[in-house]
């Protein structure tokens, strides 16, 4: 019998475990700065617009279908919901410039190298094809649970009026539904998944590098 995605989520929890004390301090830090946690905000805000606009462009046409568009909607719906938080804290309109974000090239960059890597894992299939976005959209579902679940607990232990808990249940929903489908077209196959996920960690441990650094007092300067 194959993986199962539970059995699949756990390698995955196994697999961050030694990232979570960086994450934690991460969030800790951020939630403590009102100015970056609002850019925080904006940043991820920007990169579940990057998530919505790709699937836009790469599933529209003929073949879109409901699970699909109520996808589209959701993520969409992510990017306007930490926008209006992040401009709640702010006090102030926000824009997609470096200015408002932490570190957006951080975030692009995590996005291409990870396309570049499921597309060279799946090889033989269009870029446009259905599933390619399914092993995506996957993998990024267990990357937004697991990192959701953390900054949602930070958001309670520091006492904020933000709740997680409806968008969380949207993206634990989209990774099911990811895997029913891919299970569906006779995709579902988890040592290839795990090995993508491998590659995620390693892509997503650049990217909080990254914003560790963007929020760090700038260095003393020599005598
Ligand atoms: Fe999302
Ligand atoms: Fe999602």
């Not at 719906?77 to 957006?104: I, N």
């Not at 895997?179 to 569906?184: E, K, P, S, T, V």
Request: charged letters at 25%; hydrophobic letters at 45%; proline letters at 5%.
């Amino acid at each position: 019998m194959p993986m199962s995605l539970d059995a699949v989520r756990a390698r995955f929890e196994a697999d961050n475990a030694s990232l979570l004390p960086r994450v934690q301090a991460f969030l800790a830090d951020i939630l403590r700065t009102p100015a970056s946690h609002a850019r925080f905000m904006n940043e991820l805000s920007l990169m579940e617009h990057m998530g919505s606009h790709k699937i836009m462009a790469t599933q529209h046409g003929a073949g879109m279908d409901q699970p699909t568009l109520k996808h589209l909607a959701e993520e969409a719906r992510h990017a306007f919901f930490f926008k209006r938080h992040a401009e709640g804290v702010a006090r102030r309109p926000m824009d997609y410039v470096q200015a408002d974000l932490l570190s957006p090239a951080a975030g692009r960059l995590y996005f291409q190298k990870l396309d570049i890597a499921l597309e060279q894992a799946l090889v033989g299939e269009p870029p446009r094809s259905k599933v390619l976005y399914l092993h995506m959209s996957l993998i990024i579902e267990f990357r937004a649970v697991w990192f959701y679940n953390h900054y949602d607990a930070a958001l309670r232990q520091a006492g904020s009026k933000i709740s997680l808990k409806s968008l969380l249940a949207e993206e634990q929903g989209h990774l099911a539904d990811m895997a029913d489908r891919l299970a569906a077209l006779n995709a579902w196959d988890p040592d290839r998944l795990l090995a993508m996920c491998r590659t995620e960690t390693d892509l997503f441990g650049t990217l909080l590098g990254r914003l560790e650094r963007a929020i760090a007092p700038p260095a003393p300067l020599a005598a």
